[in-house]
């Protein structure tokens, strides 16, 4: 089972910048695809951004393309989103997870190691 733990969030006004870190332990890491997922207050848990084990394929949900960028480093096991533009409605909690798989998939049930997560909060 990986470790994931997940750090960078906090509080931003629109139209700032995060960038979200998940540092892992445990050796699936570099051989998995890994992704980031939000849930709001009220809403169902979504997909944000997933990369696969190599960093060659990228997923993004459409109300994050263009402003987030998903990006791993396998030497340090750690995974990054660096978050561009935020808008309120980026609020929520943000986690980090390791899919079964080496390539990517977006479904929450691919998914089987998760963090903690971290507060992402935008305001107006």
Known sequence: QVQLV??????????????????????TFSSSAVGWFRQAPGKERE????????????AYADS?????????DNA???LYLQMNSLKPEDTAVYYCAVSKFRTVTTSGTDFGSWGQGTQVTVSS
């Open 6 to 27: 997940e750090s960078g969030g906090g509080l931003v006004q629109a139209g700032g910048s995060l960038r979200l870190s998940c540092a892992a332990s445990g050796r």
């Open 47 to 58: 997909s944000v951004a997933v990369i696969s084990w190599s960093g060659g394929s990228r």
């Open 76 to 78: 340090k096991n750690t």
């Open 64 to 72: 994050v393309k263009g402003r987030f960028t998903i990006s791993r």
